[in-house]
Antibody, heavy 121, light 106 residues
Framework: QLQLQEPGPGLVQPSETLSLTCTVS??????????WAWIRQPPGKGLEWIGSIYKSVSSYYTTSLRSRVTISADTSKNQFSLKLTSVTAADTAVYYC?????????????WGQGTLVTVSS | DVQMTQSPSSLSASVGDRVTITCRAS??????LAWFQQRPGKAPKSLIY???TLESGVPSRFSGSGSGTDFTLTINSLQPEDFATYFC?????????FGQGTKLEI
């Protein structure tokens, strides 16, 4: 059974780096069928795709966050990670890791349960 | 970037109604569109992908259609558990993009 788990720090200080790791079980992050993604949702707002890693080596990012985001993978642990630098209150959100589709995917999307990260001193 | 425009942003309906939500892409995304349902306090759940493929376990009252730039999600005979927020997402191009959401209210 597919599971994605993304425990978070809860609280991050302004100007610090937000770090999250998604542990995947039931599928391989090296799969060519999926894009392993980070998505966030500020309180009361919509979904924002932050970025993805594909085949464990190719990373893609949303335009507005590209200068502050790094997504990487550890295939030995079947995990992928998010680092967001220089955070501000505007980065307060529920952060989800997810298995999203790519062109030609044969499966379906799946989301982790999400973790609330608050940026505050 | 591909802009995804959903309409309406909110919708009031009653149990038993049929509703349609529209998602328009700013350029041709073929049929690489997914629909998600999100209930309050929960993670989004997959409903439809490849524009019209119903996710396993999702009731048949949900259906999706469209290709190119115009897509619709239709819910027939609304049930109480369908009152939630719905999002579309394109996966033809990076960066991936979501619609702004449609809140379906009683």
């Amino acid at each position: 059974q597919l599971q994605l788990q993304e425990p978070g720090p809860g609280l991050v200080q302004p100007s610090e780096t937000l770090s999250l790791t998604c542990t995947v079980s039931g599928d391989s992050i090296s799969s060519t069928d999926y894009s392993w993604a980070w998505i966030r949702q500020p309180p009361g707002k919509g979904l924002e795709w932050i970025g993805s890693i594909y085949k464990s080596v190719s990373s893609y990012y949303t335009t507005s966050l590209r200068s502050r985001v790094t997504i990487s993978a550890d295939t030995s642990k079947n995990q992928f990670s998010l680092k967001l630098t220089s955070v501000t209150a505007a980065d307060t959100a529920v952060y989800y890791c997810a298995r999203l589709l790519v062109v030609g995917s044969r499966g379906s999307p799946y989301w982790g349960q999400g973790t609330l990260v608050t940026v505050s001193s | 970037d591909v802009q995804m425009t959903q309409s309406p942003s909110s919708l009031s309906a009653s149990v038993g109604d049929r509703v349609t939500i529209t998602c328009r892409a700013s350029q041709d995304i073929k049929y690489y569109l997914a629909w998600f349902q999100q209930r309050p306090g929960k993670a989004p759940k997959s409903l439809i992908y490849a524009a019209s493929t119903l996710e396993s376990g999702v009731p048949s009252r949900f259906s999706g259609s469209g290709s190119g730039t115009d897509f619709t999600l239709t819910i027939n005979s609304l049930q109480p558990e369908d009152f939630a927020t719905y999002f579309c997402q394109q996966y033809n191009f990076y960066p991936y993009t979501f619609g702004q959401g449609t809140k379906l209210e009683i």
